[in-house]
Structures are given as C-alpha cells and as structure tokens.
C-alpha cells in the first residue's frame, strides 16, 4: 500500500487512464467501464478498476500540476506495477493546425518546470512517450473518425501565463499547453514504462474562444474513446 492511493495488492490494473480531474476518472468509470469498483478515495482523489471490452482497466485522478501528477504515478509504477499510462486531458491550443475539440497527441513535452532542473542539474532530458502507444492512438483516431495532431506540448507550471511564453513555445512547434505530460513521460523513462498524453484542445490561446460545457462533454467522451482503445491494443 502507498501513501497517497489507499488501494490493497492487485486492486489497480497494469493498464490505466490518467484524467487531472477525480470526478473526471469516475464519469470514465461510470460510462465506460464494467463492474467498475473504486479502490481509492484518499484526498478525494478517485480511482477505480473494471473492464473495456474483457480488459482490466483502471482510471485513477491525478491532481492538477507536475508535482500532484508525480505522486500519483510514481506509486503507480512503483507499489502498483502499472505497465502503460495514458493521460486524458485538456490543453489549449496554440497552433492554427489544432481547432477547438480536435486531439493533440503528444509526441514530445516541453517544460518549464523545476522538476527537471532537480533531477538533471545543467542536462537537458526530452520527455517522450511510447512510440507503441502513439501509433496505436494515431491510427485508433483515424478508425473512430477523429482528428488528431501529432505534435509537442508544453507542460507548464503556469496556468495564468502573464509572460506570454506560450509565443515562443508556438515557435518552436508546440501545439498546445497544458500542466502533466513531461512528468508523465519522465517517470515513465525512469521506471521503463509506457506511457501517453491524449489532450483535447479545450480553448484557444490564440483568438480566445473555448468550446461550451456542452461540447466539452462530447468531445471528452471522444478523447475517453480514443485511449481505451489505444491502451487495451496488443
């Protein structure tokens, strides 16, 4: 047992879906899964285990930020033998190529965060995903009809970015913002496994516009799609 997921041995799958929003990973449970039972809700922060399609699946919130992600999945990895990791967020475009409600999948994660610079000092690690799991979900998309770009996020400490660092991210080719993948894909590297970050372009950082509660629901339902198939691919 770990310090922050209260879930006995063998309670969580060695496959599992990774939303920042606890009540995000029970609607996942409650829609997607079957005979979903929850094995976590220490901190308010929920996890549960069922099957997709004859697979065991978990679904477990991770928080917001890298240090609340880094929690979650190392002890995922690390107490709990988890083998692939999929993240299924939001983002905010910055990319003319990437429209509201169309899917990012991160090919790479930029990062201004100070967890790099702890661990690698004056070295600079790329963070990137399973080329296994990118490829299932990039041809996954094009099965279920989705749009989806493959292309780097930035994964920043910053929600409110007063410096408007996302400009010369843009530059450089991000597609989108968002707060989780680097860790993801670091923790992964260092634990040797699979991981991916699925995102939905929720806003705009661009022209200002964001997609209504209502096609966020539906465009979310999509993403949810996407990684459980991707995750369950042999």
């Known amino acids: 047992m770990s310090t922050h997921i209260n879930a006995p041995e063998g309670a969580i799958a060695e496959l599992v879906l990774l939303p920042g929003d606890p009540l995000r990973a029970k609607f996942i449970a409650e829609n997607f899964l079957e005979n979903p039972k929850c094995y976590n809700e220490v901190r308010g922060m929920f996890g549960f285990t069922g099957t997709y399609k004859g697979k065991r699946i978990s679904v477990q919130g991770t928080g917001m930020g890298q240090p609340s992600l880094s929690i979650y999945v190392t002890e995922l990895f690390k107490f709990y033998n988890v083998q692939k990791a999929i993240r299924v967020g939001t983002c905010g475009s910055i990319s003319e190529d990437l429209k509201l409600k169309e899917v990012l999948l991160a090919n790479g994660a930029c990062t201004d965060s100070s967890l790099q610079s702890q661990r690698f000092g004056l070295m600079h690690f790329a963070p990137v995903p399973s080329f296994e799991l990118l490829y299932n979900a ?95 691919h042999e």
């Open 138 to 232: 990039y041809n996954a998309a094009k099965e279920l009809g989705l749009k989806a770009k493959v292309a780097p996020c930035v994964s920043s400490d910053f929600f409110y970015d007063i410096n408007e660092n996302w400009k010369l991210w843009k530059k450089y080719g991000a597609a989108g913002i968002e707060m989780e993948a680097a860790e993801l894909y670091t923790l992964a590297a260092q634990y040797n496994r699979k991981a991916l970050a699925i995102l939905t372009a929720s806003d705009s950082i661009l022209d200002g516009t964001a997609t209504s509660a209502e096609e966020r629901q539906t465009t979310f339902k999509d993403m949810m799609k996407l990684a459980l198939e991707t995750i369950i």
